[in-house]
């Protein structure tokens, strides 16, 4: 409602009764009620709110005696951790204890309330057993609203666990009880409703104008204003002036009553009147949801909005906001740090353009009326085929993968347009994925696989689709970019397929260097992935660059198979951006070349030894699996896992491309024997003798969950959910982290010797007690336990270990570790053991090893990564994520013991101990170096709110200012290779378009 105009229900002849529950989720719920039940009230009848909102949310719109506010909370909504973080277990959990547990009770007592009010007519904005309360009572029932808590629980289930979908059908056999829906635009799925009628906005009408509201605040015209707005959620925000554009204000909601602010922050009382704010202001910033949306809209405020994670009303909301014109995205880093500047003042140059109604209350109220009386409202023609698509949908929410960004596929919003029941929207520009997915989508036509929401693969194809448009020569185009994509221009022909493969890297949240003693490890796929293009051409119909070309001509070849790699970002890293050969000089007459001397062609020039990682992948395939290649191969790179920071990017780079060649050469390989298959292009032809987790992460992981596998060599036992309180990040020292790096060999060689030591130590003493005829005994005459039957048995198994990890830390304790010397030369291990059995390293007999401390390692974090395992389902509780800490702490000063720490790790894990101890609150628990160790990064487990985003954004801040380096930060997991599958596109032909220029 505009400011200044009146409207009205026409007045019933019959007093009615309204009973209207509103859920316990969010200000946004009772405030468009308020605006409902002011119409009711208007029209002379009276309405019972059951509701746990505060009273003056309805009290300062309404005085009237009809108004009856009875506080009840009947359901939870979603339980947040902050403004920003949902909790979806809590919120499960809360429900049940809520609306489930107590359920009889409720629908009894309900009942009897409905009765005792003779109540007309039952609303539920969105309270589901209100609506089986109703039908029990034999009144009839409406929903008012634009989500219901089946399709936001959807989700939910997913991370809780299967034994929670009884809450999700219980809540959707109540809402069925609802005559129909009165369906409010952004409006999610909702297949549990019979019918649906759609009304505009609903919207607090203004009492004050802009002038006035300023002019109270004692505030000029002509000053910006930004509103502060995440609703009923107080999240003690450390604001600072610097953050604002100077002569800027901010009006700030929910301060709390301690909290201190910057002198162009002003703090808003509790109970103050939030549409007036809005048309007093030029923008807002804060979280969506349905209040503060459909409010923007309404008197076109540009909205500056955070994303909230895991809440599935949002996308909806977010489209909306976006079509009109009248949403700025910030990302979550910006807000905690106050990058607000650029996102503030892209938000004023914006002009929202909503035309829609706004009086979705009076039209509401109106229904209601009607409906109270008697009046029976047709059902929607497509009602039918609207519920089973709805229904479809929520399905699809309730299998779709965790983690994985909130996206509801292409078809649905195609199947409303066909149906008529919004009219096509016109395309507009816009950064949001949706945005990106049609770009795709008029790009490439997807022959097979799906883009399963990932904006960087989205981003992928836009940058390969961009390849044949032309170059940006302008004088912002850096020449490094300019060389890569003259290159890569000419690297596919555009009639033909490509096959597009997405490999992540990896967080080593626990088990590091123990895997290549075969400890169990905990793995998480990171957000940063690599994406790889390949095509296969017949040699006479590839496109060559010229001096392979003129190689051809030279030796006065036939057209033969060529393999053609570009590298984006190459330079960043100080390497050629191209490489190419024969696929010839892969063979050795009719047999492919040893591993031997593939490491020393690509040894043989430092610039170009990057490409191993990538061409291997091509001899390792044909060695191991006997392929040939009778094809010419061009591959795309492009990798936005950082290098040297201890997060796996040469395995993220082998996974992807071996996928990609798979695919486009119709080979199946399983996840974990395509992991397997990159290690041997790691060990053998980079040469780089690393355990087996990095690959398995990059090809087996899933989105939001740690990989748990025993490196035996590489068995998968599960898939561990991360609890929805935890959270990791990592941390990069900027120290760069090598796995080929002496240290990380020595330190692997030391294992093995004491493996070897162990194994040794074992089989004498087995033949010790075997060969005794008078074992020595104890005191009271039994033998002692080494002799005894099942002590024979453990030392028989140590006598023939395989792994060293198979050895427990009480065991070791016990008999072996006064056996291994801290140190020994290679040499003396030599004359004495012969070998020690590692296939991918070599013992320099002039070289001294530590022993000890790399054997201690392995055997004591097997233990502690079972025990973190363990640990990850216990109580939710500060005793659990301080074991969870303490582990990893033990595990970054076992790195230490070995050799392989370094100044700036140990500095992050201090900083962390540091908030740790002296927070008030305490958010961060425990931290560790990661993978190969001797730089790279850290791995940070924190409780899942703002405030340790802050802090570890803080931890950032103190490492620069203590060593003029910013760290990176890794947060957030992405679906490995084997579930993302791949994708084989061609390029769409357009008008104008000519695929041979």
């Known amino acids: ?39 009711l009230i208007a029209a002379g009848h009276d309405v019972h709110v059951v509701t746990g909102a505060p009273d003056f949310v309805f009290t300062s719109e309404i005085q009237s005696s009809n108004l009856h506010i009875r506080k009840v909370l009947l359901d939870c909504g979603a339980v947040q ?35 005792s009010i003779k109540a007309d007519l039952v609303v539920s904005d969105v309270v589901p057993v209100a609506c089986r ?26 991370a809780a666990g299967y034994h929670h979908r009884s809450i999700v059908w219980q809540i959707a056999e109540d809402y069925s009880h609802c005559e129909f829906l009165l369906r409010l635009p952004g409006y999610c799925p909702m297949p549990a409703f019979r019918d649906v009628i759609d009304i505009p906005l609903v919207v607090r009408r203004l009492h004050k104008s802009r002038m006035q509201v300023r002019k109270e605040l004692g505030i000029g015209n002509d000053v910006k204003l930004v509103l502060f707005n995440f609703g009923g959620q107080q999240a003690g925000w450390k604001l600072k002036q610097e953050w604002l554009p100077a002569g800027w204000l901010c009006l700030v909601c929910g301060a709390s009553d301690n909290q201190e602010l910057p002198p162009n922050f002003i703090k808003l009382a509790k109970d103050v009147y939030t549409p007036d704010l809005i048309a007093a202001c030029d923008c807002m910033l804060g979280k969506i949801g349905y209040g ?76 209601l009326q009607d409906t109270a009386i008697g009046k029976n409202y047709a059902s929607d023609k497509f009602s039918g085929v609207r519920r089973l698509r709805d229904a479809i949908i929520l399905g699809y929410q309730l299998q779709r993968a965790p983690g994985g960004d909130i996206s509801i596929p292409e078809w649905y919003i195609l199947a409303e347009n066909e149906l008529g029941l919004r009219p096509a929207l016109p395309i507009v520009e816009t950064n949001g994925k949706s945005s990106l997915a049609e770009s795709c989508i008029e790009d490439f036509e997807i022959l097979h696989g799906e883009l399963h929401s990932l904006s960087d693969t989205m981003a992928f194809l836009r940058s390969l689709a961009g390849l044949d448009s032309g170059l940006d020569t302008g004088k912002n185009a850096e020449k490094r970019q300019v060389r890569e994509r003259v290159a890569a221009a000419g690297l596919f022909n555009w009639e033909e397929e490509i096959f597009v493969a997405r490999a992540p890297g990896r967080l080593d949240v626990m088990g590091g260097i123990a895997d290549y003693s075969g400890s169990l490890v905990l793995q998480m796929p990171i957000k940063e992935a690599c994406h790889v293009a390949v095509q296969r051409n017949h040699p006479s119909k590839q496109k060559l660059w010229k001096h392979a070309l003129s190689r051809q001509h030279a030796n006065g070849q036939r057209p033969i198979p060529v393999l053609q790699i570009v590298s984006f970002g190459s330079e960043l890293s100080n390497r050629a951006p191209t490489f190419d050969m024969d696929l010839s000089d892969f063979m050795d007459g009719d047999k492919p070349i040893t591993y031997e001397k593939a490491y020393k062609y690509f040894a043989q020039d430092p610039s170009q030894n990057w490409a191993a990682y990538i061409a291997g992948t091509i001899l390792v395939l044909m060695s191991e699996l006997g392929v040939r290649f009778d094809d010419s191969i061009s591959i795309l790179v492009s990798s936005a896992v950082p290098e040297g920071k201890g997060v796996s990017s040469s395995a993220a780079v082998e996974v992807a491309t071996m996928s990609a060649i798979a695919a486009a050469h119709g080979l199946k390989i399983a996840p974990r024997d395509l992991a397997l298959l990159c290690q041997k292009v790691e060990n053998h032809i980079v040469g780089a003798p690393c355990g087996v987790m990095d690959q398995m992460t990059s090809a087996c992981g899933e989105a939001n969950k740690l990989l748990a596998m025993v490196c035996q060599p590489a068995e998968v036992k599960e898939l561990v959910n991360i609890p929805t309180h935890i959270r990791f990040w990592g941390i990069d020292s900027g120290i760069r982290h090598s796995i080929g790096g002496a240290d990380y060999g020595s330190v692997r060689i ?13 089989a004498a003493l087995l033949s010790r007690s075997v060969g005794s005829v008078n074992p020595p005994q104890h005191e009271n005459g039994t033998n002692s336990y080494e002799f005894e039957e099942h002590g024979i048995e453990l030392l028989e198994a140590e006598a023939s270990l ?45 070289r001294k090893y530590v022993v000890r401390a790399p054997a201690r390692h392995p055997i004591y974090e097997n233990f502690r990564v079972k025990a ?130």
């Open 1 to 39: 409602m505009r400011f200044g105009e009146e409207d009205h229900v026409p007045a019933s002849n019959k007093h009615l009764v309204f009973a209207y529950y509103i859920t316990g989720h969010g200000f946004g719920h009772a405030t468009r009620v308020v605006e409902v039940v002011r119409h």
């Open 81 to 115: 951790a902050d403004a920003l973080t949902v909790d979806r277990l809590a919120s499960l959990e809360k429900y049940s204890q809520t609306a489930v547990v107590p359920r009889s009770s409720i629908l009894a007592t309900e009942v009897e309330w409905l009765n």
């Open 133 to 158: 309360a109703a039908a029990d009572a034999g009144i009839r029932s409406v929903c008012v609203t634009n989500f219901s808590w089946d399709f936001i629980y959807a989700e939910y289930v997913m």
């Open 292 to 367: 503060t949306v459909s409010e923007a809209l309404a008197y076109k405020l540009p909205f500056v909005f955070v994303r909230r994670d895991y809440f599935n009303e949002e996308p909806f909301l977010r489209n909306m906001l976006e079509y009109y014109q009248g949403g700025v995205e910030m990302i979550r880093r910006d807000l905690l740090t106050g990058h607000w500047i650029p996102y503030l003042e892209r938000a004023v140059s914006l002009k929202p353009c909503y035309e829609g109604g706004i009086n979705g209350g009076e039209v509401a109220a109106g229904i």
């Open 750 to 762: 030391g294992a093995f010797m004491g493996l070897k030591m162990i194994k040794s130590e074992a």
């Open 802 to 846: 395989d792994y060293l990890c198979n050895v427990s830390p009480h065991r070791y304790e016990a008999f072996y570790t006064k056996k291994l010397p801290e140190f020994m030369l290679g040499e003396t291990f030599l004359d004495k053991y012969v070998d020690h059995n590692d296939s991918v390293t070599v013992i320099d007999c002039k």
């Open 868 to 997: 973190f395992k363990v640990l990850l389902t216990a109580a939710t509780t500060d005793e659990q994520l301080s074991a969870l800490g303490e582990l990893m702490y033990q595990c970054h000063y076992g790195y230490g013991e070995c050799g392989l720490g370094s100044d700036g790790t140990d500095r992050l894990v201090k900083l962390v101990q540091e908030r740790q101890h002296r927070s008030e609150s305490r958010t961060l628990f425990g931290a560790k170096i990661t993978g190969g160790g001797s730089g790279g990064s850290v791995c940070v487990i924190g409780r899942n709110c703002i405030r340790s985003s802050e802090e570890i954004l803080e931890i950032q801040q103190r490492y620069k200012a203590a060593t003029g380096y910013l760290p990176y930060i890794f947060e957030g997991s992405s679906p490995g290779a084997g579930k993302f599958g791949y994708l084989k596109v061609r390029r769409r032909f357009t008008s104008g378009w000519n695929p041979h220029n």
